[in-house]
C-alpha cells in the first residue's frame, strides 16, 4: 500500500548547515495495517510521515502508493492522489471561526463536491465518531477529544484509503486517549483504512499498531509486528 524507498530528506538550517533529518529510509506498509513510527522528539518521525503525502519532498528516494511513484505524478494526479490520503494532528488543526459541521463541509468544498452531496457525507462521518449533536457548537466549545474527533470526521469526508497520524494522542490525557485509539481502531476494522501513527508514547503503539518502527537520529533502529494485537477498551 505504502512503499518508501531510500529515502533521504536535509534541511538546509543555515547557510553552511545541514541537518540529515531523515538519513536511508525504507519502509513498507501493507494494507489494513496500523503502522506506529516511535521515537524520540527530533527523531525524524514526522518529516517521514509527511514524504507520504508529498508534504514533504524527499530529496532522494521513491514514494510508492499503490505501486505507483507519486513522485513522478502531474499536478493533477497528484491532487487526486492527495484526496485519498487523509491527516490529523496533535493540535487537531480545526479552523476556529467555522462550526463542526462547516469543519467537516471544507475538504469536501474544495473537492468541488455540491451541497445536497456534502450534507449526507458530514452527518455520515459526525455519526462515525459521534458528534452529530455538535455539528452547529465551535471548536472553542469542546473537549481536547472531541476536537480530535471533529478532526478524524473531517479527514473521513473525502473518503480516505490512507490516514496519516502525527501525535494524534499527545495532547490528550489517558482516558481520553483511549477514546481516541479505539474510533481509530474501529474506522481501521469498519471502513478498511490503513493507518499510520507517529508517536513517542509506548502504549499507543501497544494498543492500537500491528507494526512498528523505531526511530532515532534519522533511520530505523528496529522494524517489529505486535500480531497479537487485539485491543478491545
Ligand atoms: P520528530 O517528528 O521525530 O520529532 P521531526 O521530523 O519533526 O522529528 O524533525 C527531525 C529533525 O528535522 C529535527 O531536528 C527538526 O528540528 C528538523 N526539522 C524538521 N522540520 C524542519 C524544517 N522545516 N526546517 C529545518 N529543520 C527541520
Ligand atoms: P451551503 O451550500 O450554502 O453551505 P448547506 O445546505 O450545505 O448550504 O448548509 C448551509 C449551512 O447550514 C451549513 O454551512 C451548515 O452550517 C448548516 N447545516 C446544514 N446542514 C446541517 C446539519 N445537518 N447539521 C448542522 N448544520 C447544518
Redesign the pocket.
Known amino acids: 500500500m505504502i512503499h518508501l524507498k531510500n529515502i533521504k530528506k536535509t534541511y538546509q538550517i543555515k547557510k553552511d548547515e545541514k541537518l540529515e533529518a531523515i538519513k536511508s529510509v525504507s519502509l513498507k506498509v501493507e494494507k489494513g495495517d496500523i503502522y506506529g513510527i516511535i521515537g524520540f522528539s527530533g527523531a525524524g518521525k514526522s518529516t517521514l510521515l509527511r514524504t507520504i503525502n508529498l508534504l514533504e519532498k524527499p530529496d532522494e528516494g521513491e514514494v510508492l502508493i499503490e505501486g505507483r511513484n507519486i513522485m513522478a505524478l502531474k499536478k493533477k494526479e497528484l491532487r487526486h492522489m492527495r484526496q485519498s490520503i487523509s491527516m490529523i494532528f496533535q493540535h487537531f488543526n480545526l479552523i476556529h471561526n467555522k ?1 463542526v ?2 469543519n467537516v ?1 471544507f475538504p469536501l ?1 474544495i473537492a468541488g463536491i455540491p ?2 452531496k ?2 449526507s457525507i ?2 455520515e462521518c459526525l455519526s462515525i465518531v459521534q458528534l ?1 449533536d455538535k ?2 457548537q465551535y471548536p472553542s466549545n469542546l473537549s481536547g477529544g472531541q476536537k480530535q474527533r471533529v478532526a478524524i470526521a473531517r479527514a473521513l469526508a473525502t473518503n480516505p484509503k490512507i490516514l496519516l497520524c502525527d501525535e494524534p494522542t499527545s495532547a490528550l490525557d489517558p482516558q481520553t486517549t483511549d477514546n481516541i485509539l479505539s474510533f481509530l481502531k474501529k474506522i481501521n476494522q469498519e471502513l478498511n483504512i490503513t493507518m499510520v501513527i507517529v508517536t513517542h508514547e509506548m502504549d499507543v503503539v501497544r494498543k492500537i499498531c500491528n507494526k512498528v518502527a523505531v526511530m532515532e537520529k534519522g533511520s530505523i533502529l528496529e522494524e517489529f509486528s505486535l500480531s497479537d494485537n487485539q485491543y478491545n477498551p
Open positions: 462550526t459541521y462547516d463541509s468544498e451541497s445536497v456534502r450534507k458530514i452527518e452529530e455539528a452547529n
